[in-house]
């Protein structure tokens, strides 16, 4: 079982930033795609962002593309997910999810953290 544990979430203004991190345990980290997804309440989870096992791809949904960056240490065991220039539109749980190949579905996804809630408040 690979383990994953979200933080860094929190209250925020419009416009402004956070970072998220994932840090997973129980296997070989290096060997999976990450993605985060978010969930807001009433909707549907949704796509964010995927990146693949050495992080040279990287992917994400129109609507965070410019704002948001995902990245990963393999070293440290660790994907990110720097969100900048806030949007209230942005409010949600946010989980990370790991497979073995970068995906938009939450299907293709083996492994899920429990969520953590990040709130943009205008």
């Known amino acids: 079982q690979l383990q994953l544990v979200e933080s860094g979430g929190g209250l925020v203004q419009a416009g402004g930033s956070l970072r998220l991190s994932c840090a997973a345990s129980?296997?070989?980290?290096?060997?999976?795609?990450m993605g985060w997804f978010r969930q807001a309440p009433g909707e549907e989870r949704e796509f964010v962002a995927t990146i693949s096992s050495s992080g040279t791809y990287t992917y994400y949904t129109d609507s965070v593309k410019g704002r948001f960056t995902i990245s990963r240490d393999n070293a440290k065991n660790t994907e990110y997910l720097q969100m900048n220039s806030l949007k209230p539109e942005d409010t949600a749980v946010y989980y990370c999810a790991a497979s073995g190949r970068p995906g938009r579905r939450t299907y293709e996804y083996d492994y899920w953290g429990q969520g953590t809630q990040v709130t943009v408040s205008s």
């Open positions: 129980g296997r070989t980290f290096s060997n999976y795609a």
